[in-house]
């Protein structure tokens, strides 16, 4: 069993900032790529931000310059700052992985999500 738990979420007023984390945990093997996504209420779910196991990053356009995505490899971790929140960033936030377990894979695994809202 591999399992991916999002934390961080919550209310922020406009301008604040909030760190998600995201801990990998179960018979992981390695973990490849890694990802940030959210869906927003009647949209579709978009990728934010992505890392791969070297460390090379990319971002949405929108959170360019204000969110940054980390990962801690020896502890499965992944985060996501984000910094000068906006009222559009409201959203469930989706933790990805691309992992083998210890049997197989790579597999396609995501979290259960966590909410943030920014809103004054």
């Known amino acids: 069993q591999v399992q991916l738990v999002e934390s961080g979420g919550g209310l922020v007023q406009p301008g604040g900032s909030l760190r998600l984390s995201c801990a990998a945990s179960?018979?992981?093997?390695?973990?490849?790529?890694m990802g940030w996504y959210r869906q927003a209420p009647g949209k579709q779910r978009e990728l934010v931000a992505g890392?791969?196991?070297?460390?090379?990053?990319n971002y949405a356009d929108s959170v360019k310059g204000r969110f940054t995505i980390s990962r801690d490899n020896a502890e499965n971790t992944m985060y996501l700052q984000m910094n000068s929140l906006k009222p559009e960033d409201t959203a469930v936030y989706y933790c990805?992985?691309?992992?083998?377990?210890?049997?197989?894979?790579?597999?396609?695994?995501w979290g259960q999500g966590t909410q943030v809202t920014v809103s004054s």
């Open positions: 990805n992985a691309d992992l083998r377990n210890r049997w197989s894979g790579p597999y396609d695994y």
């Open positions: 179960g018979e992981i093997f390695s973990i490849n790529a």
């Open positions: 890392i791969t196991s070297g460390g090379s990053t």
